[in-house]
């Protein structure tokens, strides 16, 4: 577990940083959309459990991003798990401070304690698709989201919330100091 864990870090570190190197040496166009960094929570509706989630959204062209992540059920769950991968999300057009997406994904899902299971699709590791749908309110720095999950292997949907940040925002690209943030 450990060593997808940090596999999957490091994927994540190395899509951001690769990102952040082409912005290195030039002023950032503040019209261009910036890579968002956060952390979430998501409750499954099907087995009640609860996970962190931590992601990146990341925007390759026009209206489409990628978005990697990680999430983990602890073990106080019943199923205990970690699971990473990517989504492409779709965004739609922006209203007032709402901007809805649309979104397919594949995972890579380490099922922690299968083997307390009995059925048969009870596997340790598997890949798995996901679709969904889901919310980011646009409040400058910040960007709460509400998102609705939906992995069809297992046939269960999850709720999650989450707060997403604009580093480009808050930090001046040329000082690297903390701008002041006018919501707070």
Not at 138 to 161: N, Q
Request: aromatic letters at 16%.
């Amino acid at each position: 577990m450990k060593k997808t864990t940090h596999i999957l870090l490091l994927l994540l570190i190395t899509i951001g940083s690769s990102f952040a190197q082409e912005h290195k040496n030039k002023k950032l166009d503040d019209t261009k959309p910036a890579t968002l960094w956060g952390i979430g929570a998501y409750y499954d509706f099907q087995n009640g459990g609860f996970a962190i989630d931590v992601r990146a959204k990341i925007p390759v062209y026009d209206k489409i991003c990628i978005s990697p992540r990680i999430s983990f059920y602890p073990p106080f769950n019943n199923i205990n798990e970690i699971y990473g991968g990517a989504d492409v999300d779709y965004n739609f057009m922006k209203y007032k401070f709402l901007s809805p997406y649309v979104y397919i994904g594949g995972y890579y899902d380490n099922w922690i304690n299968s083997s307390d299971f009995q059925n048969p699709k009870a596997k340790r590791n598997s890949v798995m698709p996901e679709r969904g749908v889901g919310v980011v309110f646009d409040v400058k720095c910040l960007h709460p989201y509400v998102e609705y999950r939906y992995d069809p292997h297992w046939e269960e949907g999850s709720i999650g919330i989450g707060l997403l940040f604009n580093f480009k925002c808050m930090f001046n690209s040329e000082s690297r100091k903390v701008k002041s943030c006018p919501h707070f």
